[in-house]
Each structure stands twice: as C-alpha cells, then as structure tokens.
C-alpha cells in the first residue's frame, strides 16, 4: 500500500511539473513572438499581452455605439505605422490581436469587427484579482529570469503593482511603445479570428 501511495505521489508530481514547465515555456514563447516584432517595448507592454489574453475586450466596449465612434475616430488617423496583421497573445492564445488596417483597407467590413468584438467579451476568463496576482507574478518571474534588460523596468513594475493594489487591472501600453509603434488594433476571441480568416482571408 505504502508503494502504491509513492508511486502516486511521485506521478502526480510528475504531472505537475510538467505542466508547469510547459505553461513557463509557453509564457517565453509569447514574449519572445511580441518582442520579435516590437523590440523596444517595455514591462508595461508585456503585462498588457497577457492581460488582454485573460480579459479579451470586455472593457474596450461598454456599449457599441461609443466602440464604433471610437472606432471611427481612429481610423481617420494617418500615419499608420504599424504593419503587423495580426498576433496571438498570452500564454494560451484565447485572442488575437487584429491590425485595424483590415478595415481602413476595406478587408474586413467595420460593423463585423465591431460585432466580433462583442462576440469576443463573452468567452474572457476575467479572472478575479488575486487569481490575476498570481498569473501576472507567474509572468513577471519568467521575465526577470529572461534578463531582458527592459528600459524603466522598475518604474513599470511599481505602476503595475499600484494599479493591482488598487484592485484595478486595466494598463494602457507604454509611451514609447506608442510612439516608436503607433499601434491601431482590437481584440478578437481566436474562434471569430479564425472564421474571419476562412471568410475574409483565403
């Protein structure tokens, strides 16, 4: 009995340090593919990947008639820098990242992103704030073993903490990430992206 209950407990830790090795890697992975194409980001701008993975738009559409305002608002912008289409986020790639290009070009019609962005609020997570706590720490761990050499690594980092003191979740991107990227994009459930991809985009 007594080696039945080793076995078990050994296999159970093998579980979870396997699991916990792949979510680790799947953390760098999703690091590494943003700073690939956004090298100058800060630490703001990696806890906002994971946050909108976990929370997905929820919060950019309080109703659809100030979405789509804004939404108009931006794309009468000019000087589109940005030029990725579209990029998966967090370390379980639950949304998408989409350039807002698809609609300045005609792609892809303004009312279905706007009803896809709907569509994307309900599936979030929205994990509660000690649950986030944990993940974020999870993140910011990963990071500092990454020695990544942010610039105002420890500014960004007291932010963040603040805002998560506060029982808030919300960041917005870093100053110099919006000036060096001028990002113009939304967030859509990997569900909608994939069936805009099989409709809008073969």
Same mark, same amino acid.
């Given at each position: 009995?007594?080696?039945?209950?080793?076995?078990?407990?050994?296999?159970?830790?093998?579980?979870?340090?396997? =699991?916990?090795?792949?979510?680790?890697?799947? /953390?760098?992975?999703?690091?590494?593919?943003?700073?690939?194409?956004?090298?100058?980001?800060?630490?703001? &701008?990696?806890? *906002?990947?994971?946050?909108? &993975?976990?929370?997905?738009?929820? +919060?950019?559409?309080? !109703?659809? #008639?100030?979405? $789509?305002?804004?939404?108009?608002?931006?794309?009468?912008?000019?000087?589109?820098? &940005?030029?990725?289409?579209?990029?998966?986020?967090?370390?379980?790639? %639950?949304?998408?990242? /989409?350039?807002?290009?698809?609609?300045?070009?005609? /792609?892809?019609?303004?009312?279905?992103?706007?009803? $896809?962005?709907?569509?994307? #609020? *309900?599936? #979030?997570?929205?994990? %509660?704030?000690?649950?986030?706590?944990?993940?974020?720490? !999870?993140?910011?761990?990963?990071?500092?073993?990454? +020695?990544?050499?942010?610039? &105002?690594?420890?500014? !960004?980092?007291?932010?963040? !903490?603040?805002?998560?003191?506060?029982?808030?979740?919300?960041?917005? +991107?870093?100053?110099?990430?919006?000036?060096?990227?001028?990002? +113009?994009?939304?967030? /859509?459930?990997? =569900?909608?992206?994939?069936?805009?991809?099989?409709?809008?985009?073969?």
């Amino acid at each position: 009995m007594m080696k039945t209950k080793v076995i078990i407990l050994i296999f159970t830790a093998t579980i979870l340090f396997l =699991s916990c090795s792949g979510q680790k890697q799947q /953390i760098i992975e999703s690091i590494k593919t943003e700073m690939q194409y956004y090298p100058e980001l800060q630490l703001k &701008d990696i806890y *906002k990947n994971f946050f909108q &993975d976990a929370y997905g738009p929820g +919060h950019l559409i309080p !109703d659809t #008639a100030s979405a $789509g305002k804004y939404l108009g608002w931006e794309l009468s912008q000019p000087e589109w820098t &940005d030029t990725v289409e579209w990029l998966p986020l967090g370390s379980k790639n %639950d949304y998408f990242r /989409i350039n807002l290009s698809w609609v300045k070009n005609g /792609i892809l019609p303004r009312d279905t992103l706007l009803l $896809g962005m709907v569509e994307s #609020a *309900k599936p #979030a997570r929205n994990p %509660d704030i000690e649950t986030w706590k944990k993940e974020w720490n !999870d993140v910011l761990s990963v990071v500092k073993e990454m +020695h990544l050499n942010l610039p &105002d690594f420890e500014k !960004d980092k007291k932010t963040i !903490d603040e805002v998560l003191s506060q029982g808030e979740v919300v960041m917005h +991107h870093s100053e110099a990430y919006i000036k060096k990227y001028n990002p +113009h994009y939304r967030i /859509i459930h990997k =569900s909608v992206f994939k069936r805009w991809q099989e409709s809008y985009f073969k």
